[in-house]
């Protein structure tokens, strides 16, 4: 074993509450060698993140590494002085988090920041570290990579952010790379170009990474060997493909069957019924570009449609105007076959009750300063108008409806939950309002995949018992298949393809759609592989541009 990169024996890490220490890690183990790629894996709060910060000597504020130790290239970085940890870090030792964009400074350049590293480290000069930049920006597939790095971190995509923040991360041919859920909030097209582009510069350099994420399908493109982790404890680790074809443990197992819920087919639309929402030839512009190119669509009583396309395609865009954020340049919204007025401004109170949204982060979409009762209670009292105790019985209630015990959750500020009873609490506020019709963005993309199916059931539950119609926004195509009864696709503001699920996943599709559904990975070592063989490797560099 002495050819060990990373050693971790007998890690246990505490977290403090209320003066008192209590166990988070209880005891990992890990062995990582040169060039060597591990894939971590488990639901929100398993410890994936707080091992692969610990795997750098590193630990969150209030958290404490309190046994075991962690030997990189045989200096123990739990023992090992600060000034002994900031020769390391950055220079042998990289990180990519999982949001480029709150990672990034706004106010500087990328490539300012990608050179900071190597120039601080003595690696090399800003000139030569700047060269080596764009040259990095080239082997990740980046559009024009002697100019994006010149632009802010605001004018590139999230796709195109996520790899310059791992060049930034290769900047001084690290040994170690931590990747934590680097492409979770990115659709699938983005996805393929940054696992490939990951992928190609590790096994360019020899470098060793542990890559944390709950998707299963793509830590299997991305990993020699899986470890699994539940509630700080080793559940098991085996080679990637023994563990995908042959787990062991009964946890493993439940991951590797989780989105096995599927919503049965709906009865045909009556041809004479009203939409609830009708979205009817909308053109819609931020300043002066149009964004939204005549788009229309309905959503009928109790059903669910489900609006999918890459970053851009307008899906958010189209939400905004539905709830009059944005109001339309060209064209109008119709509620239950009524012309709705564009503005929210001008929209009365019953009109703004009816349409209500649940959003993409639960953790910026709650006031860290509110109780949950408050929370929940100032739609309560604003739309229903009530108070004392008949607001607080209807705040209990809704908790009820959501599934969590009213008693135990009603004072408790949003840092007291996990991230999927923090998205149960934006359910419960939309709810509030007592609304026809309910705009879910993105409301699984951050949130493990136990996690997340449970949130689906519950929506699904709440439709069929309120007769809720939702309007559900994703880049996963897996949640469709769960819980669409109609799909939407849209490509650069425009809808190119719309119908009922059984007739969109069935062949022949329109070419952005096949696109789509081609990328969705799968639980195949070899998927990426023979994709990109499929497709060239230049066309996934292609795709970047065309994104432009």
């Given at each position: 074993m002495s050819d060990l990169l990373l050693k971790i024996r007998g890690l246990k890490i505490e977290g403090r509450s209320d003066e008192t220490w209590n166990p988070i890690i209880n005891g990992i183990d890990v062995d990582l060698k040169k060039g060597e790629v591990l894939g971590m894996i488990g639901e929100s709060g398993a410890g994936k993140s707080t091992v692969g910060l610990a795997a750098m000597g590193y630990t969150r504020d209030g958290v404490r590494i309190s046994e075991g130790s962690v030997e990189f290239d045989g200096v123990d970085l739990v023992k090992a002085s600060a000034a002994v940890k900031r020769a390391l870090l950055g220079k042998r030792i990289a990180y990519v988090a999982q949001s480029a964009a709150a990672s990034f400074n706004p106010a500087h350049k990328l490539i300012d920041q990608h050179t900071e590293g190597p120039v601080q480290h003595g690696v090399s000069s800003r000139g030569e570290s700047e060269l080596d930049g764009i040259e990095l920006y080239r082997r990740l597939r980046l559009p024009n990579p002697e100019e994006i790095g010149f632009r802010y971190p605001h004018q590139v995509s999230g796709g195109q952010l996520q790899r310059a923040m791992t060049a930034m991360a290769m900047a001084c041919r690290p040994d170690l790379i931590i990747f934590d859920e680097p492409t979770t909030a990115l659709d699938v097209t983005t996805q393929i170009e940054v696992l490939a582009s990951i992928r190609d510069i590790v096994e360019q350099f020899d470098t060793a990474a542990i890559y944390i994420t709950h998707d299963l399908a793509v830590v299997a493109q991305m990993a020699d060997k899986i470890k699994v982790l539940l509630k700080g404890d080793e559940v098991e680790e085996a080679d990637t493909r023994t563990m995908l074809t042959a787990p062991t443990e009964d946890y493993t197992k439940s991951l590797w069957a989780v989105r096995s819920f599927e919503r049965p087919a709906k009865p045909a639309i009556n041809v004479n019924a009203t939409p609830v929402v009708s979205v009817r030839n909308v053109t819609a512009a931020y300043g002066t570009v149009d964004v939204l190119h005549d788009v229309s669509f309905d959503i009928h009583a109790g059903r669910t449609v489900a609006v999918v396309g890459e970053s851009g395609s307008g899906k958010s865009t189209a939400a905004r105007c539905i709830t009059g954020l944005l109001p339309p340049r060209i064209g109008h919204i119709e509620f239950d076959g009524q012309q709705l007025p564009l503005s929210y401004k001008q929209r009365d109170k019953s009109q703004l009750r009816q349409a209500q949204m649940i959003y993409q982060m639960a953790d910026t979409a709650l006031n860290p300063r509110k109780s949950i009762g408050e929370t929940i209670g100032r739609p309560v009292e604003?739309?229903?108008?009530?108070?004392?105790?008949?607001?607080?019985?209807?705040?209990?209630?809704?908790?009820?409806?959501?599934?969590?015990?009213?008693?135990?959750?009603?004072?408790?500020?949003?840092?007291?939950?996990?991230?999927?009873?923090?998205?149960?609490?934006?359910?419960?506020?939309?709810?509030?309002?007592?609304?026809?019709?309910?705009?879910?963005?993105?409301?699984?993309?951050?949130?493990?995949?136990?996690?997340?199916?449970?949130?689906?059931?519950?929506?699904?539950?709440?439709?069929?018992?309120?007769?809720?119609?939702?309007?559900?926004?994703?880049?996963?195509?897996?949640?469709?298949?769960?819980?669409?009864?109609?799909?939407?696709?849209?490509?650069?503001?425009?809808?190119?393809?719309?119908?009922?699920?059984?007739?969109?996943?069935?062949?022949?599709?329109?070419?952005?759609?096949?696109?789509?559904?081609?990328?969705?990975?799968?639980?195949?070592?070899?998927?990426?592989?023979?994709l990109l063989q499929e497709r060239g490797v230049d066309n996934i560099g292609d795709a970047a541009v065309d994104k432009m």
């Open positions: 604003f739309y229903m108008g009530l108070k004392g105790r008949e607001k607080r019985k209807r705040v209990e209630e809704l908790l009820a409806e959501i599934e969590l015990e009213p008693t135990e959750y009603f004072n408790r500020l949003p840092s007291e939950l996990s991230g999927g009873q923090k998205q149960r609490i934006g359910i419960a506020r939309a709810l509030a309002a007592e609304p026809q019709f309910i705009i879910c963005d993105e409301v699984t993309s951050a949130l493990d995949q136990l996690v997340a199916e449970g949130i689906l059931r519950l929506l699904a539950k709440l439709q069929d018992e309120l007769g809720l119609s939702y309007m559900f926004i994703t880049h996963d195509l897996a949640t469709v298949r769960s819980i669409a009864d109609e799909v939407v696709v849209m490509k650069d503001g425009e809808v190119v393809e719309q119908g009922p699920k059984k007739e969109m996943f069935k062949p022949p599709h329109h070419a952005y759609t096949d696109l789509l559904l081609s990328s969705v990975p799968e639980m195949d070592p070899d998927w990426l592989t023979n």
